[in-house]
């Protein structure tokens, strides 16, 4: 049985993790921790009572930090709460200062588990949790599926097929720095070419998404969704079945990039990331990497020198 620690379980994305996670492939000991209690409590009375619908013996309670120390995989999720915003950049001091609480204990007991780092802007935070020097690169992942899924479905909205049927990817920053590879999209499994009108609708569908979503201002995030993409990549790692997935990795020298994370396609396994798949680019997509990891360079530099005034 593998046990799962979601700090920030009493959030929207935290208890929709843990939701999914009871119908994915794996066994799983559930623990949420949060510092509202009775919030951890609703969650777990309500989908224990869901355990007698699942496929496999999970379990589900509520925990403490101390419960993330003998995790096999600790899922971070707890952020500062969503507020009208033009980027996810406008979160980085505030939840750089909760990521470091969170994460202090395992990094002063020798945690030999993985990372799963949802707070954003994750790329930056993934970089700065890193250079700590205490993780290594292989057990520290940051959730960006969500950015490969808008574009499928942008680009099945411009095609007029399903989302399911389309394979496409976004790489780079989780962000502005996001970068489409439209040299790989698939229907069906065969290859397709946009026409400039098609990739045009797909792009303004992926690239406005978090702007339309966010000037909402309905104070939730993208609970359904992370939280059935965070399912997916524990239950890849819990299966250690090798499953290619989009995510945040601290890059060395893949893609051209040294030090900085970004979102690549990764195999995963038990113990985290067992590889960085790497493949061919065009020209302006490897551009577009580069110009990602200025940007999350630049943000990290930034965090550094609010924490040195603080």
Not at 136 to 149: A, E, M, P, Q
Not at 281 to 304: I, N, S
Request: glycine share 10%; aromatic share 6%.
């Amino acid at each position: 049985m593998m046990k799962v620690v979601i700090i920030g379980g009493a959030g929207g994305i935290g208890s929709s993790a843990a939701f999914n996670l009871l119908s994915a492939q794996g066994t799983y000991e559930i623990v949420l921790v949060d510092t509202r209690p009775y919030m951890i409590t609703s969650h777990v009375m309500d989908q224990e009572n869901a355990l007698a619908l699942g496929a496999t013996p999970d379990t589900v309670r509520g925990g403490t930090p101390e419960d993330t120390l003998d995790a096999d995989v600790v899922v971070l999720s707890a952020a500062v709460p969503l507020r009208l915003n033009s980027s996810r950049s406008v979160f980085l001091a505030d939840n750089a200062a909760i990521v470091g609480q969170c994460l202090r204990p395992l990094k002063d007991s020798g945690f030999g588990g993985v990372v799963l780092m949802l707070t954003n802007p994750v790329d930056a935070l993934m970089t700065w949790v890193h250079r700590q020097g205490w993780l290594s690169r292989h057990r520290l992942i940051g959730y960006t599926l969500n950015d490969s899924l808008r574009l499928r479905t942008g680009i099945a909205y411009a095609l007029g097929v399903h989302p399911r049927n389309v394979d496409a990817w976004m790489i780079g920053e989780h962000g502005e720095g996001q970068v489409p590879l439209y040299s790989r999209i698939t229907v069906g499994g065969e290859p397709v070419v946009l026409t400039t009108e098609q990739r045009a609708a797909a792009e303004e569908y992926a690239d406005n998404w978090y702007a339309r979503h966010v000037a909402l201002d309905s104070g939730r995030t993208s609970t359904w969704t992370t939280g059935l993409g965070t399912a997916r990549l524990i239950e890849a790692i819990a299966t250690d079945s090798g499953t290619v997935l989009p995510a945040s990795v601290v890059l060395d020298g893949e893609y051209g990039v040294h030090g900085a994370s970004l979102g690549v396609p990764v195999e995963l396994g038990r113990d985290g990331v067992r590889r960085v798949v790497e493949w061919d680019l065009t020209p302006g997509e490897l551009h577009g990497m580069q110009q990602a990891a200025v940007r999350v360079e630049a943000a990290v530099a930034d965090l550094d020198a609010v924490s040195a005034v603080r």
